[in-house]
Structures are given as C-alpha cells and as structure tokens.
C-alpha cells in the first residue's frame, strides 16, 4: 500500500499514513477552503487500508488549531477510525497538546468521549 504524505499549508494540515512504517500523524493547522476536497484522499486511503490493517496502529493527532468546519471532519475521520478498532484491530489515538493549550486537550477530550477509541493525551513542550 502506497504511503499518502501531504505537507502542511498555512492553512492545511500535514499527513503522514504510511502502512509499511507504521506511521499515522496529523499536524498543524486546518481551515482548508474547502474541508471535504482535502480530507477525500484521507478517507480513501483509509478505506483501503481497513482491508488490511497492521497488527497495531496509532494515529497520532499533533493539531495547533481546526475551525469548526474541519472539527466535523475530523469526527467523521475518528468514526471511520472507530469502525476499524470495532472490528477486533489494534487501534489507538495520540492526542498531542501543547503545556499551556487546554483548549486542545480539551477538544482531544470532547472527542474520546464521542468514541470508542482509546484516546492517550501527551503534553507537547
């Protein structure tokens, strides 16, 4: 399976999904013009990863700020993440924060209680 890396805009978010690595981020900002045309690819790729997903993957959110139209996708993506570890895989998200961003843990927080995905919260320095 061919890795998607996407680098990080001002205003998009970078992407690592690399099976073969066993290396899965998210970084940076996200307010794409339009939300839905940027994370198509994302969901694509996971869809053909869930056929064949490694014994263990973390998907690792390192976000320094979403708006509220990339807070939905961002959802809809930790759903479709959810359905994979609900099938029996090993699967588990990294919320990275900065020390002085209770903002962003918090948000990690609204959101593993929305799933049921084990969620790990890390302060960044």
Known sequence: MNPLIIRGTETTIGVILDKANGLFE????SRPENVVDFFEPIFNWIDGYEKSPNDETIFSFKLDYYNSS???VLLRLLVRLEEI???GNKLKVHWYYRGNDEDMRE???DYA???TL???FIEMN
């Open 26 to 29: 998210f970084s940076g900002k």
């Open 70 to 72: 990339s807070a939905k």
């Open 85 to 87: 570890f609900e099938k």
């Open 107 to 109: 948000s990690g927080e």
């Open 113 to 115: 209680t929305l799933v």
């Open 118 to 120: 084990p969620f790990e």
